[in-house]
């Protein structure tokens, strides 16, 4: 059975600073792995998604890896600031459907 | 337009009453899948469907049903609420596959709150 975990669950950094978001998953035959932002009370938004045969993906100041051997990803975010606070959560997929981890709360203090 | 609506998006219901939660998509995707989201749990799969005539249990389905109406839509029960169904509901789509990447999309949730 599929298990995803995210370390740390919460992280706070001044403004500015670059960072990392870690991601596990415990069975490597994923088909892809995706990650999302949440703000409080709010819908699930995509941010990136590394297909199986990749090894990352950008966009803007993110930038996700997938290490499928060793079950892990990185979500890693470039001269935070305080708009990337929010809840970032990733999810493996496979079978067609998606296990979530629990998400790492971010804060970003101006 | 939002591409995955939900209604309603907050709903306050007591013990024991049928509650029907109702999504619909604009993306033109065939599969679709709900979830409910509970502090310190995460999202948790309740059922999902990979076309109109495949409806499939997931990790939670236990005082659920769903029915998939159309494509667009796939509406999820609660036949008899309880207080612990109070959670964040979402539901979402995403393509087969054959031309796309399983990337879901989620709609904006909906707040069921059960006394």
């Known amino acids: 059975k599929q298990e995803v975990t995210q370390i740390p669950a919460a992280l706070s950094v001044p403004e500015g600073e670059n960072l990392v978001l870690n991601c596990s998953f415990t069975?490597?035959?994923?088909?892809?792995l995706q990650w999302f932002r949440q703000d409080p009370g709010k819908g699930l938004t995509s941010l990136l998604l590394?297909?199986?045969?990749?090894r990352e993906q950008t966009s803007g100041r993110l930038n996700a890896s997938l290490d499928k051997s060793s079950g892990r990803s990185t979500l890693y975010i470039a001269a935070s600031q305080p708009g990337d606070s929010a809840t970032y959560l990733c999810?493996?997929?496979?079978?067609?459907?998606?296990?979530f981890g629990q998400g790492t709360e971010l804060s970003v203090k101006p | 337009d939002a591409d995955v609506t939900q209604t309603p998006r907050n709903r306050i219901t007591k013990t024991g009453k049928r509650i029907m939660l109702e999504c619909s998509q604009t993306?033109?995707?065939?599969?679709m899948y709900w979830y409910r989201q509970d502090p310190g749990l995460g999202l948790r799969l309740i059922y999902y469907?990979?076309?109109?005539?495949?409806?499939n249990k997931g990790e939670i389905s236990d005082g659920y049903s769903v029915s998939r109406q159309a494509q667009a839509k796939f509406s999820l029960s609660l036949e008899s609420a309880i207080p612990n169904q109070t959670a964040l509901y979402f539901c979402?789509?995403?393509?087969?596959?054959?031309?796309?990447?399983?990337?879901?999309?989620f709609g904006p949730g909906t707040r069921l709150t059960v006394t």
């Open positions: 979402a789509t995403s393509d087969a596959g054959t031309v796309g990447s399983y990337e879901q999309y």
């Open positions: 069975d490597s035959a994923i088909y892809n």
């Open positions: 590394i297909q199986s045969s990749q």
């Open positions: 999810a493996a997929s496979g079978g067609g459907k998606l296990i």
């Open positions: 993306k033109g995707h065939d599969r």
């Open positions: 469907s990979f076309d109109v005539k495949d409806i």
